[in-house]
């Protein structure tokens, strides 16, 4: 078992990427291991980490697939997620010891990261729940409230899916196309997620993918104008057939693609001719300009006690892989993040 953290030998315990995994098979694939830190170059920072984000996306990190958003990670290497914590000591401008930040870091007890190429950013230590810079205030509200406003367009009156919408980024999509003035409806897994979805999330209607025939309890909440996909799949085509016209698809994620090695191949494709619909991918550094403005509107609504977010915490670095494996099951509801001893 790795040590962890040895400030003498300035050593670091981290999960390293040992071979690509299979399926939600992460314990073969990932090892805990110790390795000592580099020398702090020109412009790095050091993050002692307090906080790992749990996040889908990364699964395709771990593929071999160079046609993604970005390169696969290599074999060999940390394994990457957000990370928040306090900075250790610093070769960055703007950055300072005892300094609160979140970054693009290592699953590990500490990050060392080229500050800008890592898009570090100074938070605020006058938030009080610091996991709200996983949640509302951080890439899971910042894509939530930019699939909902900007690609997806909604409007007062409009209906309004989410997929995966018990989910951290579907969870705040939903909430804010309702403070938006939109009937929302959201898919999830269970009676339980469901409930929520309705009594406390304020959606009108929830479908649950388990209970079978999807199609049907579609059908009865009437056509969409706005699909805020998380999934892709056979779910995307059943929501096409069910899409008003002129309606937009906001695709998010693939989340039905991630761990089963598949491709989303709509059989439905003709319905986006047929519908005159707008379907566009958006990922979030292509809005990281935009994260101040989205930050002020998603804390105001939080301070108002407008927007909630459940989250399901996990202890010790040791079990990330635990938590990780709940993103791709169906074992979460609200945002995943593992809490580190600091």
Not at 159 to 186: D, H, K, Y
Not at 199 to 222: F, H, N, P, T
Not at 256 to 268: K, L, N
């Amino acid at each position: 078992m790795a040590t962890g953290l040895d400030k003498t030998r300035m050593e670091n315990t981290f999960w390293r990427i040992e071979r690509r995994p299979e399926g939600t098979d992460f314990a073969s694939a990932l090892a805990l291991v110790d390795a000592p830190l580099p020398d702090l170059q020109d412009g790095e920072i050091r993050i002692r980490n307090a906080m790992l984000s749990m996040d889908a996306g990364t699964r395709l990190w771990l593929t071999d697939r160079e046609d993604g958003y970005q390169p696969p990670l290599p074999v060999g290497a940390p394994m990457t997620g957000l990370v928040v914590g306090e900075v250790m000591e610093s070769r960055a401008t703007g950055f300072s010891q005892g300094h609160l930040v979140r970054a693009f870091g290592v699953w590990g007890r500490v990050s060392q990261v080229d500050a800008a190429m890592s898009g570090a950013i100074l938070l605020d230590p006058s938030v009080t729940d610091k996991r709200a810079w996983f949640g509302p205030l951080g890439m899971n509200g910042w894509t939530a409230l930019w699939g909902i406003s900007e690609t997806g367009a909604a409007k007062a009156g409009e209906r309004v899916l989410v997929s995966a919408a018990a989910g951290a980024t579907g969870i705040l999509a939903v909430q804010i196309a309702r403070l938006l003035g939109c009937e929302v409806w959201g898919i999830a897994g269970g009676a339980e997620k469901c409930r929520i979805l309705r009594q406390e999330m304020g959606c009108k209607g929830a479908i649950d993918y388990k209970a079978g025939d999807v199609g049907k309890q579609l059908d009865a909440a009437g056509g969409f104008d706005v699909y805020f996909d998380n999934v892709g799949g056979p779910m995307l085509d059943e929501v096409l057939t069910r899409m008003n016209h002129y309606g937009r698809i906001a695709v998010c994620g693939l989340l039905s693609d991630y761990s089963s090695g598949t491709r989303t191949a709509p059989a439905e494709f003709d319905q986006i001719l047929m519908r005159r619909l707008r379907v566009e991918g958006f990922f979030s550094p292509d809005f990281m300009d935009q994260g101040e403005r989205l930050t002020a509107q998603l804390k105001a609504w939080l301070d108002e006690g407008k927007l909630t977010m459940p989250y399901d915490v996990t202890h010790g670095l040791e079990n990330t892989l635990t938590a990780y494996a709940k993103l791709f099951t169906g074992g979460n509801i609200g945002k995943v993040i593992v809490e580190l001893e600091t």
